[in-house]
């Protein structure tokens, strides 16, 4: 296998950061979401007596906080994968300078 093009790594770079940019947007969505999860306030006077006497408005705030909780979790996955990805391309081309610095000093007459 040969070694890919500068073209070739550009392109993948540019997908790599892409992606990263979409796993940032979906975070973000999620956050949102879990925003307006913890903001709904029904409560034992919305289901009623016998309901919130039943433990509907318990069950409620249960649902309720799960939800928020899943949704800022994967929010945070979501962000954690979008830097894993960013982190690639960055120690990539680190990597990639460093090496092209330690060739030009090795070619260099003394």
Known sequence: MSNPSNEEVTAAFEAIRHDASS???SADT???AASH???LSLSGMHFGYLADAGGVTTKYQEVQDLAVRLLTEGARAMQE???ILVSV???YQ???AEASISFKTIGEPK
């Open 89 to 91: 391309v960055e120690d």
């Open 37 to 39: 999860a913890r903001s």
């Open 23 to 25: 796993w940032r947007q």
């Open 94 to 96: 680190y990597t990639d």
């Open 30 to 32: 999620l956050n949102a």
């Open 81 to 83: 994968m979008a830097g």
